[in-house]
T-cell receptor
Framework: DSGVTQTPKHLITATGQRVTLRCSPRSGDLSVYWYQQSLDQGLQFLIQYYNGEERAKGNILERFSAQQFPDLHSELNLSSLELGDSALYFC??????????????FGEGSWLTVV | AQSVTQLDSHVSVSEGTPVLLRCNYSSSYSPSLFWYVQHPNKGLQLLLKYTSAATLVKGINGFEAEFKKSETSFHLTKPSAHMSDAAEYFCVVRDYRDDKIIFGKGTRLHILP
């Protein structure tokens, strides 16, 4: 158990809909990362938050947005869903500071299927 | 710019034989390097990490990796493969300048009985 909790574990929704994925980082971790993993694209970095503020942005579509709340949990919002958005979405967390040796801990992921 | 190259997308070995998963990196500064494993339908689990201490790093489940700066490599090895090692393995590089975490494309390890 990594200590990173993601909900829901599985989600099936229709095209055009909007979903919210939730992530609770490990206790005390200030950094939260979101990744998308699909068969054709592999593991793609979406966005990173640090203590409530956006720190880095990767290959995140404009239809997607995220935020980190004061209690450090994070939500990834996916809107106007398309079939191609079907993927496993991972959240990861890491302790504070720019120590590159800080381990990144991953949740079990949220499986999103768009039909 | 940082980059990570996993040289093999698939590796097949027989149970009981050695495992070698290759990773080369590029970084202007002394990076930290990680190997993660992902079993089917599971999250990513840390196997081991290098953070500028000993160049030979021992991880969980009998895996180890050696940091070779001159070759910019961080290959993952295990003396004897088990069926339970069948999974996807990711090499990851990270440095302090921008806190970016770069993943390799992954190597799928198949264990033959």
């Amino acid at each position: 158990d990594s200590g990173v909790t993601q909900t829901p574990k599985h989600l099936i929704t229709a095209t055009g809909q909007r979903v919210t994925l939730r992530c609770s980082p490990r206790s005390g971790d200030l950094s939260v990362y979101w990744y998308q993993q699909s068969l054709d694209q592999g593991l793609q970095f979406l966005i990173q938050y640090y203590n409530g503020e956006e720190r880095a942005k990767g290959n995140i579509l404009e239809r997607f947005s995220a935020q980190q709340f004061p209690d450090l949990h994070s939500e990834l919002n996916l809107s106007s869903l398309e079939l191609g958005d079907s993927a496993l979405y991972f959240c990861a967390s890491s302790p504070a500071g720019r120590d590159p040796g800080n381990t990144i801990y991953f949740g079990e992921g949220s499986w999103l299927t768009v039909v | 710019a940082q980059s990570v190259t996993q040289l093999d997308s698939h590796v097949s070995v027989s149970e009981g034989t050695p495992v070698l998963l290759r990773c080369n990196y590029s970084s202007s500064y002394s990076p930290s390097l990680f190997w993660y494993v992902q079993h089917p339908n599971k999250g990513l689990q840390l196997l081991l990490k290098y953070t500028s201490a000993a160049t030979l790093v021992k991880g969980i489940n009998g895996f180890e990796a050696e940091f070779k700066k001159s070759e910019t490599s961080f290959h993952l090895t295990k003396p004897s493969a088990h069926m339970s090692d069948a999974a996807e393995y990711f090499c990851v590089v990270r440095d302090y300048r921008d806190d970016k975490i770069i993943f390799g494309k992954g190597t799928r390890l198949h264990i033959l009985p």
